[in-house]
């Protein structure tokens, strides 16, 4: 069952990347002398601003993709170009954060428990402790104490 979802997976990515590349910067829908007048506004920015990646790949092993339409209608298609990179970059930049926090949560785990290991070992220490009956007469010293402290308190909100 996992292996026909990867197939799944992968056939989507095939797709949507042969989509987008049919639009993508440099192509014939923009070129001048077969379309003229036709020019990449603020909707085509935005989508080969989000299509960076693929058309930066693609244009690596073809001449015929750009990763920036030359035949614009100007600051609309920088601006759309602008919005679309911004989103298409912008969560590889948040990705890179989410895995640093998640990299220190998990120092803080294993500081947490290096903390609580040697405060368990120091309770087992203190409770194995030989002289059991000195350490009841200061438990009951703390206890008066606590027990005075109380009723005073309690002595002076009645009296309020």
């Given amino acids: ?19 987008s590349l049919t639009c993508a910067p440099g192509n014939e829908r923009w070129d001048q002398e077969t379309n003229p007048g036709h020019l990449a506004g603020f909707w085509a920015g935005v989508w080969h601003g989000l299509i960076i990646v693929i058309t930066f790949i693609c244009s690596l092993f073809t001449s015929s993709v750009g990763l920036y339409e030359v035949s614009n209608t100007g600051w609309t298609y920088n601006l759309g170009f602008l919005i679309g990179l911004i989103i298409s970059l912008g969560h590889i930049w948040r990705w890179g954060k989410w895995k640093k926090h998640h990299v220190k949560k998990d120092e803080w785990d294993k500081i947490g428990a290096q903390v609580e290991e040697k405060v368990r070992v120091g309770i087992k220490s203190w409770l194995d402790e030989a002289n059991k009956e000195e350490k009841k007469k200061e438990w009951e010293e703390i206890g008066k104490k606590v027990e005075e402290k109380i009723k005073k308190a309690l002595k002076e909100w009645t009296e309020k």
Avoid: D, E, Y
């Fill in 1 to 19: 069952m996992f292996i026909n979802k990867r197939f799944i997976a992968i056939g989507l990515i095939l797709v949507v990347a042969f989509m």
